[in-house]
Structures are given as structure tokens and as C-alpha cells.
């Protein structure tokens, strides 16, 4: 049951988020336990970070941390997407998705305030979503997707951040087991969600991981399943987050496998097999989200092992 934090606890909580102004160096800030990914402020991209608490932004180039925030008072994040300068952050602490706005470009110039959260849930008080994992933002239709893990649903709301209406994502076979990531296509009004399947096993799962593909009504359109899917080949074992590309491709992280897995949306066949698992820098090892750069062809990788730090494989997201 929602409960209400004490009012001193309340009042620290408001007092902390809307003085959030921070000054950072690339030697000050790490990234330990990265999460979801999103596009920041330009040349930046955004990272939550579950060790810290914190949304750590990382420069394109360099990959370097430059600048942090933390979520104020017992924050978790998970879940994240950016609308211009709003940032969404799913805190799996409060069961809200708390929407923050930076200001400034440079790291020792960056203001990030606290807004409001997602709904109608005051600020201070635990919301009504038990796990926020993963969010996608829709800026032309004007929409901000939630992914709630434990009730397994997707609750939709509009730019302002009012409720608009939500949906229980279910295969052709009308089950759903374990959702774990969505990701929006804009051009096609799409809502792809990765189902992780049974994680009771690796590659032995009896209930292989798939890509479910929905309208934006919620009704199911497709899916890509994991194994079986080519003549009983195995596909994936599991996949986590996910983008899509102008021109019709998924990239979907391939934690088990360590890599990027390239398909195509309208026949579910594998186009490409991106990077290499290991733990050496520009290796993959867990990764659980990815990030398509339309203009340059990068993807951009949380990489949760192993060198734990974002990744880069230029250009490989280039139409061949």
C-alpha cells in the first residue's frame, strides 16, 4: 500500500530536489552499475546508475563521465528517456517516475531541478508504479511509455505528465512472463516490448526470451521469438533493452550473448551480429540497453560487466 513520507522527511525531500545544482569533472564522476540509456544535452548521453543512485551523463566522444546527479533521498533508478531538456528517471524506490529539468550544457554549469512526477502521485509520496524499468519517450505524437515490470503493464501519459491510459502487453498466445524493456518506433506508432522469458535458465529455458510488437492501443501485431523462429535455430537466449531505426531495424542487447543483435521488423530475420563479448574496453559483457544514433550510425551500449561503463560501435548501425 502507498504511503505517505513523514513531513519532515517530505520537506527534506522538496527542499533537496529543487536545489539540485552541481559542479563535476570528468575525475570526480565513474559509472559502476549502468542501466538504461538516453540522449542528453548535445554531445552528451545520459546513464542511470543503480550503485550510486544517480543519472551520470557521459560524453559521446570520450565516453568519460562529466557530470551526476543523484535522486534525491533513497533513489533508485532505473528506467529512462529524455523530452529536450526533461529527463524521465523510473525510481524502482519510490514507484515513481520522477521527471527532472537540466539547464546549462556545460559540467560545471549544469543546473537539474526536480519537476514532477508521472500522474497525479505528489511529490514526496510513493506512486502507483511498482517497478519502473524502462520508459520511452514519443515526441511527435507527444506520448511517454512506462514500463511496469511487476505489474507487468504499460501505462501511457501525455506530455504534461497526466495518465492517459494503460495496457497488459500479452504474445499470440496471450501469456506474458517476464517484461524487462520497451522501446517506441515513432514512424510506425509502434510499442516493442522484450520479454525475457523464463529466468529460471540460460540457453536450456523451456520459455524463450521475444520481442513483442504492439500498436499503440495495445493491440498485439507481432512478435520475434527467440528460438524456433528459423528452422528450431536459437536466436536469443534473452534481450533487454532495445532502439529502433527509421528504416525498419531492431537493436536489440543480447545480454547472455554479450552483443547486438540487428533484426528486421517486418520478417523477424537476423540481419547483423554487432560487437564482441569480453571484458576488455569496447568488449560487451551484459549489456542491457542500447542507444541508436540516427545521424552518426553509432549505438551506444550500457555495459553492466566487465569494464561497466558505456561503449560505443561506430558507425555500425549504418544501413549496409
Known sequence: MPFRKASWQFAALAALAISLVYT???????????????????????????????????????LEPIWS?????????????????????????????EVYQIQ????DKIKVTFKYNLGDTPEGEVGPIGNPISIAVDRKHQLVFVLD??????NVFDRKGAFAYAFEPRGGDDTLLSP????????????????????????????????LIYDYDGNWLAQIDGSDSFGGSFLFARVQGMATSADGRIFAADPLGGRILVLDRNSGALLEVLGTQGQEP?????????????????????NNQGARRVEVLRGAGRSR
Open 282 to 302: 569496447g568488449q560487451l559483457m551484459l549489456p542491457l540497453d542500447v542507444f541508436f544514433d540516427e545521424r552518426t550510425g553509432d549505438l551506444y551500449v550500457s
Open 180 to 211: 524487462v524493456a520497451l522501446a517506441v518506433d515513432e514512424t510506425r506508432r509502434e510499442v516493442l516490448v522484450a520479454d525475457y522469458g523464463d529466468p529460471s535458465g540460460g540457453f536450456s529455458a523451456r520459455k524463450p526470451a521475444r520481442i
Open 104 to 107: 546549462g550544457a556545460q559540467a
Open 24 to 62: 563535476g569533472s570528468p575525475q570526480a564522476q565513474t559509472v559502476q552499475n549502468p542501466r538504461r540509456i538516453a540522449e542528453g544535452p548535445v554531445g552528451q548521453l545520459l546513464v542511470t546508475d543503480r550503485q550510486f543512485g544517480a543519472v551520470v551523463a557521459v560524453d559521446m566522444d570520450s
Open 149 to 154: 515490470g511487476f505489474a507487468k503493464k504499460i
Open 69 to 97: 546527479f543523484p535522486l534525491p533521498q533513497e533513489g533508485n533508478p532505473f528506467g529512462l528517456a529524455t523530452w529536450n531538456r526533461l529527463v524521465f528517471v523510473g525510481n524502482t524506490e519510490t514507484r515513481n517516475v
